[in-house]
C-alpha cells in the first residue's frame, strides 16, 4: 500500500496485526499471514522492562522486515526515554513510531523529532492517562494511540471507557489530519462501536493471529 494515500484518506480504516501475537520462533510467519489477509500495516511492540515489565522486539527485527515486507511498520514504544531510541527505529526503517505520553515530558519536541527523521509521529495512551494536554500537541503529531488495555502485553481484558476516550481524541483533533489508533483489547465485537467513535486505526493481537478465517478478521474490523 501506498501510506502517503491511504493514510491521508481518514475515511478508510488501517487495521494492523500486532506481531507481539504472532509465534515468536516464526515472525515471519505472521508477517506472511497479515501481508495475505490483507493488513495495512504491521504493528511491533517495542518493551524495555522498565515502562512495562515484559521485554520484546528491537530495531534489528525492524530493519529486517523492513527488506522482508512492503508492509508499513508501525512503532509502538512502551520504553522509559523513548528519546534515546527513537533514532535506531527511524534509521532502521520505521514508518510510524508512537511512543507513550506518560515517558516523556518532552512529547512536542520528539514528535518534531519523529517527523525529522522521516517517520510519521504518534503519541500514545495509557487508559490512566488525562487526555486534556493532547490539544497542546497535534500539530505536531500524525497518529494517537489510544490505549484499551493497560499496556504490557497481548489478550489482555478491553476496557469499556475506551470509547469514550475515543469520542474525547476526535473533539480535540477537530478536523486536523491526525488517526486515532485504538491498541489493545480490539476484537470482532466491539471494532465496530470504536470506528463509530471516531477511530480510524486499529491494532489487532490476539484477535487476529487467533482467527479460523484472517482475511474475514480483517473485513470484519475493518468493516468493509
Ligand atoms: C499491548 C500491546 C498491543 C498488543 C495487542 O500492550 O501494545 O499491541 O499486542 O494485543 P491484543 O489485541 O491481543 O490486545
Ligand atoms: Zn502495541
Not at 15 to 33: Q, T
Not at 131 to 146: A, H, P, S, T
Amino acid at each position: 500500500m501506498s501510506l502517503v494515500d491511504d493514510w491521508e484518506d481518514l475515511n478508510r480504516v488501517l487495521i494492523s496485526p500486532s506481531l507481539l501475537s504472532a509465534d515468536p520462533a516464526r515472525v515471519i510467519d505472521g508477517v506472511r499471514l497479515a501481508e495475505e489477509a490483507g493488513a495495512d500495516l504491521l504493528h511491533i511492540d517495542v518493551m524495555d522492562g522498565h515502562f512495562v515489565p515484559n521485554l520484546s522486539f528491537g530495531p534489528e527485527l525492524v530493519r529486517k522486515l523492513r527488506e522482508e515486507t512492503q508492509l508499513n511498520l508501525e512503532i509502538h514504544l512502551m520504553v522509559d526515554n523513548p528519546a534515546d531510541i527513537i533514532p535506531l527505529f527511524a534509521d532502521a526503517g520505521a514508518d510510524i513510531i508512537a511512543f507513550h505520553r506518560e515517558a516523556s515530558p518532552h512529547c512536542h519536541r520528539l514528535l518534531e523529532e519523529i517527523r525529522h527523521l522521516g517517520a510519521r509521529s504518534g503519541i500514545a495512551y495509557n487508559p490512566g492517562q488525562s487526555l486534556e494536554d493532547l490539544r497542546l500537541v497535534c500539530d505536531v503529531v500524525d497518529e494517537v494511540v489510544i490505549m484499551g488495555v493497560n499496556p504490557g502485553s497481548s489478550g489482555a481484558r478491553f476496557i469499556p471507557g475506551t470509547f469514550e476516550r475515543v469520542q474525547r481524541v476526535a473533539q480535540i483533533i477537530e478536523d486536523r489530519n491526525v488517526r486515532i489508533c485504538v491498541d489493545g483489547g480490539v476484537d470482532l465485537d466491539n471494532a465496530a462501536l470504536l470506528r463509530d467513535c471516531g477511530a480510524n486505526l486499529l491494532v489487532s493481537g490476539s484477535c487476529f493471529f487467533s482467527a479460523a478465517d484472517a482475511p474475514a478478521a480483517i473485513r470484519t474490523l475493518r468493516g468493509s
